[in-house]
Nanobody, 115 residues
Framework: QVQLVESGGGLVQPGGSLRLSCVASGSFFRLVTMGWFRQVPGKQRELVAQITTGGTIDYADSTKGRFTISRDNAKNTLYLQMTSLKPEDTAGYYC?????????WGQGTQVTVSS
């Protein structure tokens, strides 16, 4: 079954760090652009960062300099290293495989930044 499974979320204090992981099942991972998105209840899901098969990376302005996206094609795994976390980073974080008309989403992992 083709799926994405995120992990690594949790509760962290402001200024802290977390690393999210997204493991893909299926042979598509190394062939597609992958991305991290986040969503707060009542708001649209927004792009956090994305990485192409060639390693080109784009970040949302709000996460530049604090978040780092990476991928390990040998492990079919996408990562998001988050540092200097702020309360406004609190959201559900979702990974996405850009498959065109059949984009694939994970179930999400919750990140809460609070003292």
């Amino acid at each position: 079954q083709v799926q994405l499974v995120e992990s690594g979320g949790g509760l962290v204090q402001p200024g802290g760090s977390l690393r999210l992981s997204c493991v893909a099942s299926g042979s598509f991972f190394r062939l597609v652009t992958m991305g991290w998105f986040r969503q707060v209840p009542g708001k649209q899901r927004e792009l956090v960062a994305q990485i192409t098969t060639g390693g080109t990376i784009d970040y949302a302005d709000s996460t530049k300099g604090r978040f780092t996206i990476s991928r390990d094609n040998a492990k079919n795994t996408l990562y998001l290293q988050m540092t200097s976390l702020k309360p406004e980073d609190t959201a559900g974080y979702y990974c996405k495989a850009f498959l065109g008309s059949r984009d694939l989403w994970g179930q999400g992992t919750q990140v809460t930044v609070s003292s």
